[in-house]
């Protein structure tokens, strides 16, 4: 059977392949840890599940929902959206809710590229966007970040690429896989120079809510001079914990969200309406709860920081948001192998850098999101004994 060369162009997604060899590895009876999928350890909200044994009472919930969102959801995540990072949006014509930020970024790239549009994806970048944008049948063009710069990203960086006419630029802050919270002055210029030229900026805020010491987010929405040119990226997993309900969001101008409506509507109808009332129900935690698990993971990541200090050939540029390590392997120029070889011998599964593109390769990801400290001491343990025995 036929399959279009745009999808046969996109390489089969590693995290599946990931999960499946640990999965296998356990069933045999190994004591695997995972700092590979990037998941919260955290159980849902407890006010999201109570919303959903609610929910199952309700009629409503086993009927499809409107195209865009459950009206009362979509009004909450307007108040807690302008409460918490400064973002004012029409509940009723700027947002969509989405089966998660995945969803919520195919659907902006199949509303927004043409065929042949060019698309800068910073690198190392989240490899679901690279694909998504082969699907929609835009060209991913690599715009290479420096570790020894934090892996942040600034105006000089983008400026020899903003000559070639792209249709967008993506922006992952805090960034995954590299934990960069990136600087909100330097954002700004940014999204002065950027949106002057009429290039859409797609603002992926998946971890807007992890950032650590004096790091601070800046939602490029919030920008009155830019926000016109915004496509905002949002999610329910991470803060909350809601990974498999599958929640997201997406804010833009309200002439886009209209156009989005139809692609929504092809794709799956609406998002989920039991997940949907879950979300409605988290955004009712406290904050304190909130702050207490960032607490907890910002613990794990001075762990982690101490743990691979001293350990050769390893070395990581700690940064300041997500949950994520992006760690350097001297002399490394196969990561992936390593990481097999590594989730085969000491039973630590990792993400090979070379999946976020090419300036990825050399290193591993680390995710500290969902292991115990325990975990993460033995699993820092095993790599030392790993790297002392080659």
């Known amino acids: 059977m036929h399959v279009a060369e745009r999808v046969r162009n996109v ?48 009629p409503s919930t086993h009927l499809y929902g409107a195209d865009a969102g459950l009206p009362p959801l979509r009004e909450a995540l307007s108040l807690w959206l302008a ?10 014509t700027e947002m969509l809710i989405t089966a998660g930020a995945n969803q919520a970024f195919m659907l902006a790239a199949l509303t927004l590229l043409d065929p042949g549009d060019k698309v800068l994806l910073p690198s190392p970048f989240y490899f679901n966007h690279e694909m998504a944008v082969r699907i929609a049948g835009g060209v991913p063009v690599e715009v290479p970040l420096r570790e020894d710069h934090g892996f942040q990203l600034t105006l000089s960086d983008l400026e020899p690429y903003l000559e070639t006419q792209p249709r967008a630029l993506v922006v992952v802050s805090p960034n995954n896989p590299t934990g960069a ?7 700004r210029h940014i999204a002065a120079a950027v949106t002057s030229r009429g290039i859409t900026i797609v603002s992926d805020e998946t971890y807007q809510d992890f ?13 009155p001079e830019a926000s016109s040119h915004v496509i905002t990226i949002g999610s329910f997993s991470k803060t909350f914990s809601l990974t498999g309900w599958r929640v997201g969001y997406l804010l833009a101008q309200p002439a886009f ?12 109808v609406c998002a989920t309406v039991i997940s949907q009332k879950a979300a409605l129900g988290a955004l009712s935690t406290p904050a304190a709860q909130l702050t207490e698990r960032l607490r907890t993971l910002d613990e794990r990541r001075r762990l982690l920081m101490d743990r691979l200090s001293g350990l050769r050939p390893l070395g990581w ?27 085969e011998r000491v039973h630590v599964a990792a993400v090979p850098g070379s999946v976020f593109g090419p300036n990825g390769e050399g290193y591993l990801r680390l995710s500290y999101g969902s292991v115990a400290r325990k975990d993460l001491e033995e699993a820092c343990a095993r790599l030392a004994r790993y790297f002392d025995s080659r």
């Open 11 to 58: 390489s089969t997604p590693f995290m599946d392949g990931l999960h499946a060899r640990s999965e296998a590895l356990r069933r045999e009876g190994a004591d695997v840890i995972s700092l590979g999928q990037g998941v919260p350890g955290f159980p849902p909200v407890a006010a999201a599940v109570q919303a959903a044994r609610q929910a199952l009472e309700e």
């Open 83 to 92: 409460r918490h990072h400064g973002l004012e949006v029409d509940p009723a």
């Open 317 to 343: 540029h700690p940064t300041r948001g997500a949950y994520y390590a992006f760690v350097r392997v001297a002399g490394c120029s196969d990561s992936s192998a390593l990481a097999e070889d590594i989730l």
């Open 181 to 187: 919270v990136y600087e909100p002055e330097e954002l």
């Open 211 to 223: 950032t650590y010491q004096d790091a601070k987010h800046l939602s490029l929405g919030s920008l």
């Open 257 to 268: 969200v209209e156009q989005a409506l139809k692609v929504q509507d092809s794709m799956l």
